[in-house]
């Protein structure tokens, strides 16, 4: 026996949830603190378990635990739309509020963008190639991760 | 699980739980509560495959979670009131025995709880309650001395159950 436990500690209240103890556990009991408690407080709450109470019916817990698991499926299948959806408002709102704080930026983006050769006859058909390509890499890369979460 | 094994489950565990959430809550509205949505939260999850034994270790485990999310809240008061149970038997001797368990802090009276009235083992109480097996050793001992004290001392004065 340690300081805190018996080791007889649950075959003791294993007894008394059946019934009652035996002469051997009774004896124990008697000599043992940790165990004379047990039987005590066992006997305490196991006192008017048979309380009459009405209990919903199985096949309505039932319906509600399906509701619950589709309503879970939905959560867990719409949850990277709505992380995709915070990150993009981040972003805006980053953006915006680097607009609005600095308007020197905005001014030299859009000169940055203005001197670029984009607006140039001469390297547009480039530019439309590259920006073709980026649009099927990103593609590509949804793509691939539809089919990662669809697994 | 399918529709008939937890029918069976449900028989089985449902008058159990019912019986630790009133105890733990004190209060019929919360018990009913919370065992529709421990049942709930369980047909919910996707487990792997259990036993009866740690589906409903399982189980209780969620329910527990669930009222410390109440009292964590303020939702139920940790220290409940006998005199708002109902039983069948609410004599006011009785009423006086079941204040020195509702008198006792909410982890303390699940702890009893489960080992006493439930079976759980100690290692079980400990992965339900999120604990060490050795502390889950030290707070029954302690919360079981007290309210046994408190029990004899109660019945030594004329109130018994």
Redesign the interface.
């Known amino acids: 026996m ?4 018996c080791d007889q500690e ?1 075959e003791v ?2 007894a008394l ?1 059946c019934g009652s103890l035996n002469a051997a556990l009774q004896r124990h009991a008697s000599s043992c603190a ?1 165990c ?3 039987v ?3 006997e ?6 048979a ?3 009405q ?2 019916n ?2 309505y ?2 319906w ?6 589709k ?2 499926a939905v959560r867990r299948a719409t949850r990277s739309i709505a992380q995709v959806r915070s990150v993009s408002y981040l972003g805006l709102s980053t953006a915006a509020l680097c607009l609005i704080l600095a308007p020197g930026n905005l001014r030299s983006i859009l000169s940055a963008f203005s001197g670029h050769r984009i607006w140039s006859i001469g390297g547009l058909a480039e530019s439309a190639l590259l920006m073709g390509i980026g649009a099927l890499f990103f593609a590509l890369l949804g793509s691939l991760y539809f089919a990662w979460s669809e697994k | 699980m399918n ?1 008939e094994a ?2 069976v489950f ?2 089985r565990t ?2 159990p739980l ?2 630790y959430l ?1 105890r733990m809550s004190g209060r019929v509205d919360v018990a ?1 509560d919370l ?2 949505e421990s ?6 999850a996707s487990l792997p495959e259990m036993d009866v034994g740690q589906s409903r270790s399982y189980l209780f485990k969620i329910a527990t979670n669930l009222l410390h999310d109440r009292w964590r809240r303020k939702e139920i008061p940790e220290n409940i009131d006998a005199t708002n149970q ?4 609410d004599r006011e001797t ?1 009423i006086d ?1 079941r204040r020195a ?1 509702d008198q006792l802090k909410p982890r303390e009276r699940q702890l ?2 489960l ?3 439930e ?1 759980f ?2 290692q079980e109480i400990a992965q339900l309650a999120g604990l060490k097996v050795a502390s889950v ?2 707070l ?2 302690r919360a ?2 007290q ?2 004290n408190r ?2 001392e109660r019945l030594r004065t004329g109130s018994g ?1």
């Open positions: 340690s300081q805190f436990y649950r209240i294993e949830r940790i004379s408690d047990t005590v407080v066992s305490f709450l196991q006192s008017g378990l309380e009459a109470s209990l919903p199985s096949d817990i039932w509600m635990g399906q509701l619950a698991s309503q879970m | 529709q937890f029918r449900y028989n449902s008058r019912r019986a009133l009913d065992l529709q049942y709930c939260r369980f047909l919910a109902s039983c069948q038997d009785r025995v368990f009893l709880w080992a006493h009235v079976g083992d100690h050793r030290v029954l001992f079981r001395s309210l046994a029990l004899r159950v």
